[in-house]
């Protein structure tokens, strides 16, 4: 937990969400202002402020979000989307807690 970290206190239960899935290590929520039918947040239960520095400290949190973006995306839309990590301020990054964004339905719009 670090303090001042919105998705740790999304993961704490200190801030509501609406959560679609959660387990051992990770815990998916729908973002605040979806740009997709399907968008929902996958993020690991311990504080990691990227996906790289998240893969060297807890891989086996990264793996359990790919499996958790795969049922929800199961679950809703067909098995297909889109895993997205902003990385950096530059690149739209705006929460510093590692975190996929699953986004599902109609992509038409989509930079790739
Ligand atoms: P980033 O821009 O860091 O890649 O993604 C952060 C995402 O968190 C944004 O898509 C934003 O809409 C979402 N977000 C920001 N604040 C909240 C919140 O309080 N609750 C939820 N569910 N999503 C949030
Ligand atoms: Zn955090």
Redo the contacts with the bound molecule.
Sequence with gaps: MSDDC?FCS?VAGD?P??RVLENDLVVA?????P?AAT?V?VVPRTHAPDVAALAASAPEQLAAMALAAQEIADAECGGEYKW???TGAGA?????HA?G?VLGGDLSGSLV
Excluded at 29 to 33: K, L, S, T, V, W
């Design positions: 919105l999304i801030i969400a609406e929520f729908r973002d605040i202002a740009k968008h947040l997205i990590f902003n739209g990054q705006t929460v510093f975190h964004h």
